[in-house]
Every structure is written in C-alpha cells, then in structure tokens.
C-alpha cells in the first residue's frame, strides 16, 4: 500500500510541475506578445526606436508590431498652436516695436522630428527662434506704416506675414519635420518707454496731414464758390436781360392795344381812366372840395356826361363866355 501511494504522488507531484510549466510559458508567451504588439491612435504618429534609434514610423492607426527589446514613442499629428514671447524689433525708419506671433503647426516627418527636436518642449523652442529670425528680418525690411497705417496703399502687413509665412514654412519642415500651416500677428505695439514720445509724434503727424486736408479743402471750396458766383452772375445777367426785353415788348403790346381801345372808342376810355382816378385819386378820410362841373363829377350830375354831355356843356359855357 505504502508503494502505491508514493507512486500516486509521485504522479500528481509531475502533473503540477507539468501544469506550472505551461502556466509559466503562457505567461511569458502573453508578456511577450504584449511587448511586441501595440496600438496608434487616428490623432497620432508612432516612431518605433532600438536603443534610441528609430527604426519603423507608423502614421496609419492601428495594430503595430515591434520587438521585445524596442520602445515606441507617439507624437500628436493634430495642428498645435504656439505664441513665443514679445519680441523688441527695429523698423527700416529704426522705430522700436515690440511685435509677437502666433504659430499654427503640425507634424510632418516624424522621424526627422524625433531626431531633431525630439519632443513638444524642444519643437516649441526651434519655432521660436525660425519666427524671432523671419519675422525680426522682416519688421526691418518695412516701415512702421505697413503694419499700423489705415491707408489702405501703404498697409501691407498681410502680404508681409504671408511673406514670413512661406519662409518659416520652408526653414521647419526642412530642418525639423515640421509643417507650418500659418503665422498670424499677434500683438504689434511699441516699447513702454517709447509709447509717449511715439503718440505724441503720430499726433503732430496726424495734425499736420489735417491741416493740409484743410487748406486744400478750403482752397478748392473757394474755387467752387468763385465759380458758383461767376455762373450766378452770368444767369442773372441774362435773365434780366430777357425780363427787359419781354418788358419791353409787354409794354409795346399795351401800348398798341390801348391805342386800338382808344381809337374805337374814346368816350369809353375817358370814363375808365376817370373812375381809376377816382378811385386812387386820394386816402381815406379825405375831405376834397371840387367845382360841381369838374370831370370827377359829372358822371354824378348827368348820366350821359361821357355820351356827349360834356361836349355840350363845354360849348355852352363859351357861349356864355362870349
């Protein structure tokens, strides 16, 4: 009995190691595979590195392979945005302007990325020196009114940071992997200790250009009110022109038909004029005392006074005279 039961343990005791050897292999077939699988994100880059140098880049995401003793290193491929600190620069005219600028970015080649800047903090600082170099270059190649001028003729800094742009652009991705989607202005202003002088110039400035606006205004005003009153005489010199001359013609014409009138009839004529006359002969409230046989009352003592009544009156009174 005794032999039987050492040869049982025997037997389960070569059954466990058994087991714990599969276990064991298992586990190190499960770590193994875990150190040589990994996985990339769709927002980033993979650089696969043996002892610090980079052998495979993945740029699709997805299940990637590598080997035990390799490591991988990820790198966001999303556009970044980076402001470098204010910069003092001098305009062509030797302005002082403090001027900063904004960096939009992406990872182009990673591996040169890897190799170059090595990391975000490292990327950052490169950038900062290629947009101090290009933007400095060009705030010196321009006056101080590219950039703040409100005349649309001499503002210019578009075309400019369009300019430092494609220099940037072209000095990234050549020398770090890195694409540079654009650089926009981000402050433009003069140094503190500078600011009060500067303001009080483009003041003087500013005054000066209104006072030239002015007098040119004015001159030209003058101009246009000389003209104005020249064209103004000259109108009413002809309009009182044509006045006199249909006056003339008006009265011509009145004359004419009050000679008809009086030809026809003089009788009649007569005893208008004499009613006019007595109507605006004298003011109200006016006492006037007339002989009984003047004209103004004749019409009053015989009804066919300007009939023939007055010509037999008058004959009658030289009768009695003679």
């Given amino acids: 009995m005794e032999g039987i039961e050492g040869t049982a343990g025997d037997h389960n005791r070569r059954h466990l190691r058994r087991a714990s050897v599969w276990i064991a292999f298992a586990v190190l077939a499960a770590l193994a595979v875990r150190a040589c699988l990994f ?8 650089v696969v590195t043996a002892f610090g140098k980079p052998v495979q880049v993945v740029k699709h995401p997805g299940l990637g392979f590598k080997l035990p003793y390799e490591s991988v290193r990820f790198f966001d491929n ?7 600190a204010s910069s ?36 950052q600082s490169r950038l900062a ?23 649309s003729g001499v503002y210019r800094a578009e075309a400019i940071l369009s300019e430092v742009t494609d220099k940037c652009r072209t000095a990234a991705l050549r020398d770090y992997g890195i694409e540079i989607a654009g650089v926009q202005l981000q402050s433009f202003d003069f140094p503190k200790q500078n600011r009060a002088r500067v303001y009080a110039r483009m ?22 009110r000389a003209a104005a009153d ?3 005489t000259r109108i009413l010199s002809e309009s009182l022109k044509l ?35 007595s ?16 004209e103004l009352f004749g019409l009053l003592t015989q009804s066919g006074y300007f009939g023939g009544g007055a010509r037999r009156q008058a004959r009658a009174k030289e009768g009695a005279m003679r």
């Fill in 39 to 46: 996985v990339v994100d769709s927002a980033q880059y993979a």
């Fill in 78 to 84: 999303r556009l970044d945005a980076f402001t470098p």
């Fill in 88 to 123: 003092e620069f001098l305009t062509i005219e030797k302005t002082a302007v403090v001027a900063a600028g904004t960096i939009t970015w992406r990872i182009a080649e990673p591996q040169k990325f890897f190799e170059t800047v090595f990391d975000l903090a490292g990327a």
């Fill in 129 to 151: 020196d290629i947009l101090f170099a290009e933007l400095g270059a060009a705030i010196g190649r321009n006056a101080l009114a590219s950039f703040v001028s409100a005349d």
């Fill in 203 to 224: 003041a003087s400035e500013r005054g000066r250009l209104s006072m030239r606006y002015r007098s040119e205004g004015e001159e030209e005003g003058s101009k246009v």
């Fill in 230 to 232: 020249r064209e103004k």
């Fill in 243 to 277: 006045a006199q001359q249909h006056r003339g013609e008006g009265e011509a014409q009145a004359a004419r038909i009050y000679a008809q009138t009086l030809a026809q009839s003089p009788e009649f004529y007569r005893f208008m004029r004499t009613m006019e006359a």
């Fill in 279 to 294: 109507r605006t002969l004298l003011p109200k409230s006016t006492t006037l005392v007339l002989p009984l046989d003047s």
